[in-house]
């Protein structure tokens, strides 16, 4: 053996689009469904353990995760498949190291909050084959989740189809995963306005002129820099909240039409559910990643999880269409299995 190829954050970065990411989050959120409902007529074999949380030093605001993940018998679309092997299933068994270091954004220079690399493993041998950087696989993988919950809870309410129905989108929290939820949105979804919110102001200023500049969007929303968080959600129909928050940033009253309402709770760690108030919670019908996931990390969460999205993706499970929903992201290891197998692939197609 020669040892470990290793694929730089440039390389990843070549291949990444919305297709590839989407479409890999979504067959992990499938598979994990289907293992968690003992589906046995779908083909998927996970195995996903509870991650560890190291902390480094006497405070949690710095901290290492450990993530492993198995996903067998799963398919890779067109888009992260290498030619003709598109069509074959997958199996992939992968590690993500994630290190979560809240005082990253005050260095000088700045550095990402969260940062990672993930192992990929021969599925057959137990090598390892590759590492790959994972920090920009981290981020669109998260915000791809929000996109998938998006499209099945939210669009799926609707017998339009989801080019044709124009949404308002708020974004609470600019930082990176606000950032790309707001690229997200713009690039999956007929997005008219941008409701940005950021603590410290000019944060979201400097991400409405920037966004104001990408030519690669496929929608270009008017875009409002918000005073409040409770000023972004008035009149949101999508709501992502990303931030290491530990205090609500908006209740209940502050939401507009609640029959028209999907959030995306993105800010996950120690206090994963701070940044959204409870009576949110209480009046949302809630979906998760994975159940076993919640279980162990959302302690004290104040509702009953309606299921996962894979429930909702497989059909087991079908949404009230008046309901406000509302996915609580924790981020899976499967998810960064599937999307850096299908890097690989997309990588492998360019290369030869
Ligand atoms: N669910 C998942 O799979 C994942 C979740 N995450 C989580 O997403 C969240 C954001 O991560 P990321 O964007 O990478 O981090 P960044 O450091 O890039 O951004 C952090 C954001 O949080 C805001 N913020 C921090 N503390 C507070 C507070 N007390 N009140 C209001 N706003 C606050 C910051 O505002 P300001 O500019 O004012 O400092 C900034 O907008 C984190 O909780 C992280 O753990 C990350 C990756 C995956
Ligand atoms: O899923 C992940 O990756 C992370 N989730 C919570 C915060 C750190 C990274």
């Known amino acids: 053996m020669s040892g470990p190829i290793y694929y730089g954050a440039e390389l990843v970065r070549r291949v990444l689009t919305w297709q590839l990411v989407n479409d890999a989050v979504e067959e992990a959120l499938k598979a994990v469904a289907a293992q968690s409902r003992n589906a046995p007529q779908l083909p998927y074999v996970v195995s996903q353990p509870m991650r560890s949380v190291t902390i480094a030093g006497t405070e ?4 290492l995760f450990t993530m492993p993940a198995y996903v067998g018998n799963y398919r890779l679309t067109a888009a992260g498949a290498a030619g003709d092997a598109g069509n074959a299933t997958r199996s992939t068994l992968a590690c993500k190291l994630v290190t979560s270091f809240r005082g990253n ?10 940062a990672a690399n993930i192992l990929l493993f ?3 041998t137990g090598e390892i084959d590759a590492i790959m950087s994972g920090t920009d696989i981290t ?16 669009f799926g309410r609707f017998n339009a189809a989801i080019s044709e129905l124009p949404i308002k989108v708020a974004i609470i929290g600019c930082g990176t995963q606000g950032e ?7 690039s ?46 008035r009149d949101a129909n999508v709501i992502c909240v990303a931030t290491f928050s530990r205090e609500p940033l908006f209740n209940a009253c502050d939401l507009g039409s609640k029959r028209g309402l999907h959030i995306n709770a993105v800010g996950a760690g120690e206090v994963a559910f701070g940044e959204v108030a409870t009576d949110v919670y209480q009046q949302s ?7 076993a996931n919640a279980e162990h990390e959302l302690k004290g969460f104040p509702v009953c999880i309606a299921g996962e999205v894979g429930n909702v993706i497989n059909k087991d499970y079908k949404p009230e269409p008046t309901s406000m929903t509302l996915f609580q992201s924790m981020g899976m290891a499967s998810e960064d299995a599937c999307v850096a197998e299908a890097v690989r692939s997309a990588l492998l197609t360019i290369d030869s």
Not at 60 to 63: A, E, G, I, K, V
Not at 180 to 186: D, E, F, L, Q, S
Not at 204 to 220: E, S
Request: with cysteine; glycine share 2%.
């Open 60 to 63: 949690r605001s710095q901290l």
């Open 105 to 114: 954004q005050e260095l000088q220079p700045p550095l990402p909050s969260i």
């Open 122 to 124: 021969n599925a057959g």
């Open 139 to 154: 981020t669109w993988r998260t915000a791809a989740a929000s996109v998938v919950a998006t499209k099945y809870l939210y």
């Open 180 to 186: 790309i939820h707001a690229v997200a949105m713009c």
């Open 188 to 233: 999956n979804f007929k997005v008219e306005q941008l409701l940005l919110y950021n603590r410290t102001a000019t944060r979201a200023q400097q991400l409405a002129d920037k966004l104001r500049k990408m030519t690669n969007l496929q929608h270009t929303p008017e875009i409002i820099v918000c005073n409040s968080a409770r000023d972004a959600v």
């Open 285 to 291: 019908e809630v979906f998760v990643d994975s159940l």
